[in-house]
Each structure stands twice: as C-alpha cells, then as structure tokens.
C-alpha cells in the first residue's frame, strides 16, 4: 500500500505547481493522499461551490482518493464545515468529520482536529475566529478524545497512524504543541501508536521520541526558515517544500521525502 501525505498545500504557489508536476511525471503507484491541514489560504472556503475546489480536483486528479483534516486557517472560514460537506460533492475529497477513522489492509489510520484539542493555540492563532469560542472548542475537543481513546484500545490493526495538523514535536517556528502533546501523547504511548503525522510548519521532519515515528509535512505550497528548536529526537529536518511518499508492507513500512521536483532528499525504514 503506497500513500502520499502533505499539509499546509492551500497556497497555489510555485512550490505547490512544482509539487504537483512532479507527481504527474513519477511512474510510482499512487493509491491515495493524505492531506494534513491548511487547505485553502488564507481564511479557508465557505462554500462548496468556492472555485479553488476546482484547482483541489485538477491538482490532484492522479489520485483515488485524498482524506483530509482541518487546519487553523480553515478555521477562519465563516463555515469551515463547507470542508466536510464538500465530501458528498466530490469522489476525490474525502472528510466525512471533523475527526475519523479508516482501516486499510494492515493499517488503522486516525484523522484529528488538532484545531479543537488545541483551544488556547488556536484563539492564540486565530484572532479572527468568529464561529467558536473556547468554551465550544473544549466540548468538541473532549467528545473527540473519548472517541479516539475508544477507538485505539480496541485497535487490532499492526500499524496505526493518526494525522491531525498541530505537530506534537516540532523543530519549525511554531515549535511543540503543548496542548495536544499533554493529552494525545499518553494515549500514543499507552496503545502502541506507530506514527503521528502533522503539518503547521513549513517544513518536512522526522523526529523520533517514545518509539513513535513523528512525521511533519507542512511544506505543501510554502517554505520557512531554518530549524529553530532542536528537540530530542531529531532524525531530519528540511525547510524546503516537498511531500511524504509511505509505502507499507507486512512488516516494514518505507518513507521517502521528496522535494518539490520529485527528488529523494530523505529516506526511513521502519521494521516491525
């Protein structure tokens, strides 16, 4: 099973056309992408019938299928939920919910809103949020926890992967997110996680800490500036744009980082 995962991809930069071009030329399997946040800058999209939904379905048309979660600037949308109605829309986009699941062959993947776990980042963030307050984000972020601890305990699934858009650790200028790593981390730890997947910075990572896989992808349609915090762990770090390519196996899963131009910059293998 072989998946593709970028976050903060909502520009329709040089970066993102680059990407894009390249993903149209490599001859590699693609089954499905993973799209972890950020999707349309700067204040997300209000309607289904936004035509940047267009340019989502051009770009990425040479894949079946792209599941996706929620980023703080598709929060300043006046109806972020147009994200998730979209999904009965399009064979293409997929986000049912604000928070998911879906079982692929020997995988159990968890799609999050970091945005509601994370209420003081995100108010911190998002000054112009109008649609919730932090008592609201709270609620959604609580009935969501109780349903992702449900769901991994009873997890049979040799891999399990969980994507949500604050990263737990980070070396990029927003650094850790406090928040999430003080409630999701414990749950990691106690059912086994095998990787998390995030975006927010703009950068490509790898970090390792807990025996969990810490992946940052956030370099979908913009750049940053070099590393910043150095955590533990701190396997790779690239502040260029570029894309995550997954392929799992029984017992081995292989990630590549690829630049913008499809090139190898960085390559893992996790054996179980």
Known sequence: MIFYSLGDWGERSSIRKNIVHSLQLQDHKKDWLILL??????????????????????????????????????????????????????????????????????????????????????????HGLKTLNYTQLQEMGNHQLQWLEKQLASSTAPWKIVCGHYPIYSNGQHGDCQEIKDILLPLFVKYNLSMYLSGHDHSMQHIYQHNIHFFVLGSGSMNSSPGFHRPQGLRYFNSDGGIGRFDIRENQLHITFLNEYGNSVYEYIVIK
């Open 37 to 126: 946040g950020d999707n349309f800058y700067p204040m997300g999209v209000n309607t289904v019938q936004d035509p940047r939904w267009v340019d989502f379905e051009k770009d990425f048309s040479m894949f079946s299928k792209a599941y996706a979660v929620l980023g703080n600037h598709d929060y300043l949308s006046n109806n972020p939920f147009s994200q998730i109605l979209y999904s009965s829309f399009s064979n293409l986009w997929s986000l049912p919910f604000y928070f998911y699941d879906v079982c692929k062959d020997n995988t159990h993947f968890f799609f999050l809103d970091t945005i509601s776990l994370a209420p003081r980042e995100t108010l911190g963030l998002c």
